[in-house]
């Protein structure tokens, strides 16, 4: 099954509700096409303009972009946080959750195993990054992600954003360095788990170059800076100074960032445009 087939099948129930509700509520959305600038006039957003030219006008912005991509592209830097240009150039003390996922196809329903699995092996090498264990997501609770019989095994490793920003330079080296995560994937749970030996393919591997093409991650990193003894004040309201009527939401405005936070930092946008509405 290609991965994105499993993809589609993972996202597509949980995305389709959420526009559902959105549609029914009363919004349009507007796909496949993105956003080039928030437009502000006298200190207030009135709108934003798309990157095909056309103007949507707003009474209030809630961007939920990387933060990075809302000040330095939407807004064009005209409006700098210092909290996150000191994150950014302190990363010992504020570090970015850059990883790669690898998702592998096994024919073997794998019933029994725990839908987490965590495990020692013997240090491999990939990308500069040294491993001594692995976890593995099993989603064989899920009948509709795989045809009967087989299953999907997910693995994210942490990476070195550095190294795969050097490989993609060169597209072949781009696709051996994934080759090679394959071959070293399948030696070491082939070693584990005796039972898969040819029993693995690979279905896809998604880089942090993956998520920058894809999300505009900064750093390719899916969710916000990792907590640390060094780090401070972590989290941020989604207000701009000087800008009325744009509330920022998504994963860079409160530890440790993923969906729930995004949905909450959401939720909170809408509250403070409610609150200045005077609405209950």
Aim: aromatic share 12%; net charge positive.
């Amino acid at each position: 099954m290609p991965f994105a087939t499993f993809r589609r099948r993972f996202t597509l129930a949980f995305s389709r509700r959420v526009a559902d509700t959105f549609v029914a509520r009363g919004g349009t959305l507007s796909l496949g096409t993105s956003v080039r600038e928030i437009v502000i006039e006298k200190g207030r957003v009135t709108g934003v303009n798309l990157a095909g030219g056309q103007f949507v006008p707003g009474d209030y912005v809630v961007p939920a972009t990387d933060i990075h991509t809302t000040l330095e592209k939407l807004l064009g830097n005209a409006y700098p946080l210092k909290q996150f240009t000191l994150r950014d150039n302190d990363p010992s003390s504020y570090p970015l959750m850059t990883s790669v996922h690898v998702a592998l196809a096994v024919d073997d329903e794998l019933k029994g195993w725990n839908h987490s699995i965590t495990f020692t092996c013997k240090p491999f090498v990939l990308a500069n990054c040294t491993y001594h264990q692995l976890s593995l997501g099993n989603y064989a609770y899920e009948p509709s992600f795989s045809p009967p019989g087989s299953n999907v095994l997910t693995i994210s490793l942490d990476t070195d954003y550095d190294y795969w920003k050097e490989q993609v330079r060169d597209r072949k080296g781009y696709k051996a360095a994934k080759e090679n995560i394959y071959n070293s994937l399948f030696g070491v749970l082939e070693d584990k788990f005796p039972q898969l030996k040819g029993k693995i393919t690979g279905l896809d591997i998604a880089t942090p170059l993956t998520y920058e093409r894809y999300c505009d991650a900064y750093r390719g990193s899916w969710m916000s800076y990792i907590i640390t003894p060094k780090s401070k004040n972590l989290i941020y309201n989604g207000k701009i100074k000087g800008v009325k009527n744009l509330y920022m939401a998504g994963q860079w405005l409160m530890p440790p960032g993923g969906l729930p936070v995004a949905a909450m930092t959401g939720k909170w946008a809408i509250e403070r445009i409610k609150k200045q509405e005077k609405i209950r």
